[in-house]
């Protein structure tokens, strides 16, 4: 009975995976393919061919400082927007995770024309890519989809949890999707990895148009998404609130790109640290970045469903707790020398996953449902100009400092989670501080 219980409940999960481990793939799949044509730009690469590691690194970091203003800035306006106009039509959030992946879609096409069109230089096929991935809205705008659809259709008390989900699937499908990529380039090649991703993407679209209701029992508060809806929905970030609640809402605006800008900026040079310091290669960094996420994934249930629902703990003290052990992990990853280290120091981090998790869930019990919509546009928003920063950010950190000292980068990291530190212990002494006033009125 339980066991059914828990499948009715099931909507955004399956589209949510598969979506995530066809991004996972193509991602990777994509950067090697601008990694291979920084090595060798005049014709594809035979196994084992000789290729100047140092100098396509540099070629590729430099990409990657430019590239997130396509993929990421045209998300903004676009999730501004979407967010206002998903509450004023019913809360319909389906379309928000449907778009991307028809972008996602039509950016495999592309990027597989770019494998038989060689000669199309690094630079034209990582600005290309990003480009039709952002007019689309990509990650960021499906897990805002997710994220506040699954808060739409669930219980206060229930919502930490099933956010703790939505994370712990997003964290465990990428690393899935890393792994077979990893393995499906190197014994298949390109084109079978990129088939592989459409026919993904297409399950996903097809299990989304299935599982997934629409909740349409709310009348449309508006019909304008113009420029009035934009200002409304700002409108309800900073708008006064009960006790400190403003003011909590505006902390979780900070603590959100804070904990994206450390796991995008990580990654987005990761497999160029792995490569030229322990000499890794596809599979590999695929495994090891499927052992890592698998221990956030499992680390983020275990955390949420503990400290939350057995030990009854506030969502900002798991925050605090989880972040501590985010700064611990990140200073042993940057001094590592060994590749024993790199598989220690993750198991450290165990809560990374519960920081995101409990930022939304924060959020989502102080502000209205029929506001929530707005308000998960803008912290959408503001996860959407993170890349901006932190892509140029951790990449020319990591060029300029590769040769000597490598793991210098992950300093960065260090930084980011000491301010979400501050801010959680914030949280909890405003928390206390309204507690003790409400005390003292009812006394």
């Known amino acids: 009975m339980r066991i059914s219980s828990v499948l009715k409940q099931v909507s955004v999960e399956p589209m949510l995976v598969l979506y995530y481990v066809a991004a996972a793939i193509a991602t990777l799949a994509g950067t090697n393919l601008v990694l291979l044509k920084a090595c060798n730009p005049n014709h594809s690469p035979a196994e084992g061919d000789a290729c100047d590691e140092v100098a396509a690194q540099k070629v590729v970091t430099a990409i990657n400082t430019w590239r997130p203003s396509f993929e990421y800035s045209i998300p903004?306006?676009?999730?501004?927007?979407?967010?206002?106009w998903s509450d004023a039509h019913g809360k319909r959030r389906k379309p928000l995770m449907i778009l991307p992946?028809?972008?996602?879609?039509?950016?495999?096409?592309?990027i597989t024309s770019s494998v038989y069109f060689w000669k199309w230089t690094p630079e034209m096929t990582a600005l290309f890519e990003s480009?039709?991935?952002?007019?689309?809205?990509?990650?960021?705008?499906?897990?805002?989809?997710?994220?506040?659809?699954?808060?739409?259709?669930t219980y206060p008390?229930?919502?930490?949890?099933?956010?703790?989900?939505?994370?712990?699937?997003?964290?465990?499908?990428?690393?899935?999707?890393?792994?077979?990529?990893?393995i499906l380039r190197v014994t298949f090649g390109f084109y079978v990895v990129f088939n592989v991703c459409l026919i993904l993407n297409l399950l996903a679209l097809l299990s989304g148009l299935i599982l997934m209701k629409r909740y349409n029992d709310e009348e449309c508060l508006e019909k304008s998404c113009g420029l009035p809806e934009l200002k409304k929905t700002w409108k309800t970030v900073f708008k006064e609130r009960t006790g400190h609640n403003r003011t909590i809402i505006l902390l979780m605006l900070i603590v959100s790109p804070l904990f994206g800008g450390c796991l995008i900026g990580e990654y987005s040079v990761l497999y160029f640290y792995l490569r030229y310091k322990f000499h890794w290669g596809e599979a590999d960094y695929g495994f090891?970045?499927?052992?890592?996420?698998?221990?956030?994934?499992?680390?983020?249930?275990?955390?949420?469903?503990?400290?939350?629902?057995?030990?009854?703990?506030?969502?900002?003290?798991?925050?605090?707790?989880?972040?501590?052990?985010?700064?611990?992990?990140?200073?042993?990853n940057t001094f590592a020398q060994f590749q024993w280290q790199m598989f220690l120091y993750p198991t450290l981090d165990l809560m990374h996953g519960a920081i995101y998790t409990v930022g939304h869930s924060i959020v989502?019990?102080?502000?209205?449902?029929?506001?929530?919509?707005?308000?998960?546009?803008?912290?959408?928003?503001v996860d959407s100009l993170i890349p901006l920063i932190v892509f140029p950010l951790y990449n020319r950190t990591y060029s300029m400092t590769f040769q000597e000292k490598p793991g210098t980068f992950f300093?960065?990291?260090?930084?980011?989670?000491?301010?979400?530190?501050?801010?959680?212990?914030?949280?909890i002494v405003l928390r206390m501080k309204q507690s003790a006033k409400v005390h003292t009125t009812v006394n």
Do not use: H
Request: hydrophobic fraction near 55%; glycine fraction near 10%; aromatic fraction near 12%.
């Open 288 to 332: 090891y970045s499927a052992f890592r996420m698998s221990l956030t994934f499992f680390g983020t249930l275990i955390s949420i469903g503990v400290l939350s629902r057995m030990c009854r703990l506030s969502d900002e003290v798991i925050g605090l707790i989880a972040t501590t052990s985010q700064i611990v992990a990140a200073l042993g």
């Open 364 to 381: 989502s019990k102080v502000v209205d449902s029929v506001e929530l919509g707005k308000v998960n546009s803008v912290l959408g928003t």
């Open 157 to 182: 008390e229930q919502r930490t949890f099933r956010l703790a989900i939505i994370t712990a699937l997003i964290f465990i499908s990428s690393p899935i999707g890393n792994a077979l990529g990893g």
């Open 131 to 153: 480009l039709f991935r952002g007019l689309t809205g990509g990650r960021t705008c499906f897990s805002f989809g997710a994220i506040t659809y699954i808060a739409d259709n």
């Open 101 to 110: 992946i028809a972008g996602e879609i039509v950016t495999l096409f592309y």
């Open 411 to 427: 300093l960065i990291s260090v930084a980011f989670a000491s301010v979400t530190w501050v801010i959680f212990l914030t949280v």
């Open 76 to 84: 903004v306006l676009f999730i501004l927007f979407a967010g206002a």
